[in-house]
């Protein structure tokens, strides 16, 4: 259990069977970076007995992350936003995100941009990016237990639209202009 003293009434209990021979087991769905507290029982007609509380602290596991969305993406910059979908049982230090172009896109050539989290949701704004141009874009986390990079998505930055200008109206006549 995940308090001190468990007991066969209020716990978890796994069974080794029955006899008198040593014996192991192995525990499993555990959650990550929590304390657990175990002891060895035995029963009989007379009661139950308990061995030495031990204890033991799961490791940390890597962030899951959700998928990246964009948004006010323009011919130089987009707003993105991602999540933590779970922490793995530590709060990550440090989220953000990776982009590059799509051709050859590799995370060690990328560019790593840290991001704000509120909460489990993250953003940063990405700018100075060449016009109709595809991205790849993944999201990151790091926590103790190391750095996780979520899936890809592609996207293209729009093309610039045409700058017009209208000057002023000339050779007014009574049916053209």
Not at 22 to 38: E, G, H, R
Not at 165 to 176: A, L
């Amino acid at each position: 259990g995940t308090s001190s003293n468990p007991d066969i009434e209020t716990d978890n209990v796994i069974s080794a069977g029955s006899g008198s021979d040593p014996f192991s087991l192995s525990f499993s769905d555990l959650s990550p970076n929590i304390t657990y507290y175990i002891r060895a029982y035995a029963a009989n007609s007379v009661g139950t007995s308990y061995g030495q509380e031990l204890s033991f602290n799961t490791k940390t596991a890597l962030s899951e992350l959700g998928t990246v969305t964009m948004s006010n993406c323009t011919s130089s910059s987009m707003v993105l936003y991602s999540s933590v979908l779970d922490d793995g049982g530590e709060m990550p230090s440090e989220v953000g995100f990776y982009y590059g172009e799509s051709a050859g896109f590799e995370l060690s050539t990328a560019t790593k941009v840290q991001a704000s989290m509120n909460e489990h949701d993250f953003t940063v704004i990405i700018t100075g990016l060449d016009r109709v141009t595809e991205y790849s874009i993944c999201a990151y986390a790091i926590n103790s237990a190391g750095e996780s990079v979520g899936n890809s998505v592609n996207f293209t930055t729009l093309a610039e639209l045409p700058i017009v200008f209208t000057s002023e109206v000339k050779d007014i006549t009574d049916i053209s202009a």
